[in-house]
């Protein structure tokens, strides 16, 4: 075993030593009478980058909305912090230091990055508004040119620096992404992967991604699950993700862009 491969383990020793930050346990969602989650089993420690990949429709956005509340899970729990908040409103949930960057961008298109910003920032009240808008600033240059600028003007790229940045003004503990690579050219797609690298790198911050794109994060993530239908078919390191001959033939050939 190499001395990169030891460092590694250990790196992960100390990770899972402690309490998950977020756990699923036989998560089960419905939209009307189909089944969408059909028992989730998930754990997310604290500093690490866990990523989700799968095929269109498997169901991964699912899972990250119904850890936001919408839709409920019908069956199961989910534990944050030690706080189950299965039954918890979306809106305190949004409060405990949980924020997401949706599917789709989502921002607020008639309004300028800046109020963007603020909205994020209202989560905590605004309370390090100024500090937080030069961090977020500091991290995506391309905002601060553009704060008066509508957010419905910017090019997919920077829509997608907007709703990450939003996101952080909430100070979160965990961050979740929900395809933060869709639809945009492969320079700023490596432009985001770098950001998200130097946030958990630097800020510790722990980050749950969803993303198509699974060599890009299986490189990226230490850990990896992958599902098909619904269901939590295989679990690993994101090295032994990549490595793995099923993961390879369904998710990777010809995926490195």
């Known amino acids: 075993m190499?001395?990169?491969d030891t460092n590694v383990l250990a790196d992960q020793a100390s990770r899972t030593a402690r309490p998950p930050l977020?756990?699923?346990r036989g998560v089960k969602t419905y939209?009307?009478?189909i089944v969408a989650l059909k028992g989730v089993d998930l754990d997310i420690?604290?500093?690490e980058i866990v990523t989700i990949i799968g095929a269109n429709g498997a169901g991964k956005s699912t899972l990250m909305m119904t850890i936001f509340g919408n839709p409920r899970a019908r069956e199961?729990?989910?534990t944050f912090a030690g706080r189950d908040i299965t039954r918890v409103p979306t809106h305190e949930i949004a409060r405990m230091s949980i924020a997401q960057s949706p599917e789709g961008r989502r921002i607020f298109p008639r309004m300028s990055v800046f109020e963007n910003l603020q909205m994020g920032a209202s989560i905590n009240n605004a309370a390090h508004f100024d500090e937080d808008l030069e961090r977020v600033c500091t991290i995506f240059p391309r905002l601060k040119e553009r704060l008066?600028?509508?957010g419905g003007t910017l090019s997919g790229g920077e829509q997608q620096m907007l709703a990450i940045a939003r996101a952080l003004m909430s100070r979160p503990r965990l961050l979740l992404l929900d395809e933060p690579s869709l639809g945009l050219a492969p320079l700023v797609v490596k432009?985001?992967?770098d950001v998200i690298r130097?946030?958990?790198k630097r800020d510790g911050m722990t980050v749950f991604l969803v993303e198509q794109n699974a060599y890009h994060a299986l490189k990226l993530a230490h850990r990896g699950y992958v599902m098909v239908t619904g269901t939590i078919t295989l679990s690993g390191t994101g090295q032994e993700l990549l490595s793995n001959p099923q993961v390879r033939a369904a998710y990777l050939e010809g995926g490195r862009h």
């Open 148 to 150: 008066h600028q509508r």
């Open 45 to 47: 420690y604290e500093g």
């Open 31 to 33: 939209y009307g009478n």
């Open 191 to 193: 432009q985001i992967f």
């Open 76 to 78: 199961g729990t989910i």
């Open 2 to 4: 190499s001395v990169a």
């Open 22 to 24: 977020l756990t699923i």
């Open 198 to 200: 130097e946030l958990n």
